[in-house]
């Protein structure tokens, strides 16, 4: 059982570059999210998903678009990077919903954009 | 400005010492949680609380939830080396689970 599986681990990028972070799980899970990590700021919400076909906007979505298009999967796309996104992201999932469920984290894709 | 607030934000401490760790916020939530992350991995869930005043137990670790569901504490009794970690609050707000800044905690031998 692979869990939530992020790619890549590592990526460089020059600002205005476009990139798509991938995000899999296999749990059947209906609710995905997209945070990012900051130092001193813990984790913000970027944007998630209910299930396949509906997507919303968390805390901090400016600069990302996502789709789902399947139950496994949720890309994060970045379409011209800038230097303020910067970050590790993590892409998590759940049964359903955020509310008193267990959210399952991938291992991180560290950002840095030059 | 974060919606919970989780003090300190660093807290050093010898082995054997106890500790608390604090998650506070004005608004009210149906319930809470307390993950755990090292470094170079994501979050790890510990425990979800649900009912105000409700509180429980993983080993040497003790979750209180307040009663007015605003509010949160972690007590770690006899700390140990492996407790160190970065230790994140969050709650469900709508739909989505929003996260303190977190406590790192080192523990030393």
Redesign the interface.
């Known amino acids: 059982n692979a869990g939530v599986t992020q790619t890549p681990k590592f990526q460089v990028l020059k600002t205005g570059q476009s990139m798509t972070l991938q995000c899999a799980q296999d749990m059947n899970h209906e609710y995905m999210s997209w945070y990012r990590q900051d130092p001193g700021m813990g984790l913000r919400l970027i944007h998630y998903s209910v299930g396949a076909g509906i997507t919303d906007q968390g805390e901090v979505p400016n600069g990302y678009n996502v789709s789902r298009s399947t139950t496994e999967d949720f890309p994060l796309r970045l379409l011209s990077a800038a230097p303020s996104q910067t970050s590790v992201y993590f892409c998590a999932s759940s049964y359903e919903g955020a509310a008193g469920n267990t959210i399952y984290f991938g291992e991180g894709s560290w950002l840095t954009v030059v | 400005t ?1 919606l ?1 607030e ?1 003090s300190p ?1 660093f807290l050093s401490i010898q082995e054997g010492e106890n500790l608390t760790v604090y998650c506070n916020s004005s608004s009210v939530f ?2 809470l ?1 307390w993950y755990r992350q090292e470094p ?6 510990l425990v ?1 609380v ?1 009912t105000g005043g409700e509180v429980k137990k993983l080993k040497r670790l003790t979750f209180q939830f307040g009663d007015a569901r605003k509010d949160s504490s972690l007590h770690i009794t006899a700390a140990q080396t492996g407790d160190t970690g970065l230790y ?1 609050c ?1 709650g ?1 707000y709508g ?8 406590t790192i905690l080192r523990v030393k031998s």
């Open positions: 974060q919970l989780q934000q149906s319930s949680q170079g991995e994501g979050p790890v869930l979800t649900v994140l969050a469900d739909n989505k689970l929003v996260f303190g800044a977190g």
